[in-house]
């Protein structure tokens, strides 16, 4: 498989958001771990922000 720059380009932008979204719902379940001992079960939709 050999993207194109333009391809190259979003994957990359892709990627970089799946990282971030993950490491801030992490960092939100250990926070209330350490707060309330009970786990956070989040979604990735519960982060969406809409602008309807």
Known sequence: MYPTKEQE???AKTFGCCR???NVMLE???REYKATGRMLH???AGYKKTNY
Do not use: G, S
């Open 9 to 11: 380009v979003l994957l």
């Open 20 to 22: 971030l979204i993950y």
């Open 28 to 30: 939100d379940k250990i």
């Open 42 to 44: 989040n979604t990735p």
